[in-house]
Nanobody, 115 residues
Framework: QVQLVESGGGLVQPGGSLNLSCVVSGSISSFNTMGWYRQAPGSQRGMVASITSGGGTYYANSVKGRFTISRHNAKRTVYLQMNSLKPEDTALYYC?????????WGQGTQVTVSS
């Protein structure tokens, strides 16, 4: 059983910053590529950033240059530094394995960007 616990979300004004964290615990075969996903109301969940075990990163065009994904392998923790936030970044943010998510998802952390 894998547990994913996301934290760090909140309400922020446009142009502000947030730093999300995700701790992975439980039985997994290996801590490989991880991704941050988000889901806005009425939309499908989509991946916004991913990072390999070696630190290689990928970003969706919508967040490129504003978001930075990182990880601490020994702590099984993945981070998402979000800068220059926009109202369209408002969503519930999750982390999970990428491209094949673990069998379960965490509760997510809500990010709301509004003035």
């Amino acid at each position: 059983q894998v547990q994913l616990v996301e934290s760090g979300g909140g309400l922020v004004q446009p142009g502000g910053s947030l730093n999300l964290s995700c701790v992975v615990s439980g039985s997994i075969s290996s801590f490989n590529t991880m991704g941050w996903y988000r889901q806005a109301p009425g939309s499908q969940r989509g991946m916004v950033a991913s990072i390999t075990s070696g630190g290689g990163t990928y970003y969706a065009n919508s967040v490129k240059g504003r978001f930075t994904i990182s990880r601490h392998n020994a702590k099984r923790t993945v981070y998402l530094q979000m800068n220059s936030l926009k109202p369209e970044d408002t969503a519930l943010y999750y982390c999970n394995s990428f491209p094949r998510p673990f069998g379960s998802w965490g509760q997510g952390t809500q990010v709301t960007v509004s003035s």
